[in-house]
Nanobody
Framework: QVQLVESGGGLVHSGGSLRLSCAASGTVDNIHIMNWYRQTPGKQREFVASITPSGETHYADSVKGRFAITRDNAENTLYLQMNSLKADDSAVYYC???????????????WGQGTQVTVSS
């Protein structure tokens, strides 16, 4: 089985920075696309950023120029560097990955448990 474990969330002042991590453990053969999403109470989960195995990145307009998504393929770990944080960035952040699990012919989507980011204004 595969688990995604997130870390790095917390409370930060407006303008501050945080770095989120998402480590995949278990029988991982290969991880395809990796995403970050976020969700606030009463709202739908929204896309934040994605990165392909080759390093191609895409960002939501709301975070472009402030957030940076990276990955360590050797360590099966995903990162999100968040700078110039605003109160509107407060949310639970989730990693989401398309993973080929050893012994299973087709890859599948996995989610982390979420990590809370709170930005005080």
């Amino acid at each position: 089985q595969v688990q995604l474990v997130e870390s790095g969330g917390g409370l930060v002042h407006s303008g501050g920075s945080l770095r989120l991590s998402c480590a995949a453990s278990g029988t991982v053969d290969n991880i395809h696309i990796m995403n970050w999403y976020r969700q606030t109470p009463g709202k739908q989960r929204e896309f934040v950023a994605s990165i392909t195995p080759s390093g191609e990145t895409h960002y939501a307009d709301s975070v472009k120029g402030r957030f940076a998504i990276t990955r360590d393929n050797a360590e099966n770990t995903l990162y999100l560097q968040m700078n110039s944080l605003k109160a509107d960035d407060s949310a639970v952040y989730y990693c989401n990955e398309f993973i080929h699990v050893a012994g299973i012919p087709t890859p599948g989507w996995f989610w982390g448990q979420g990590t809370q980011v709170t930005v005080s204004s």
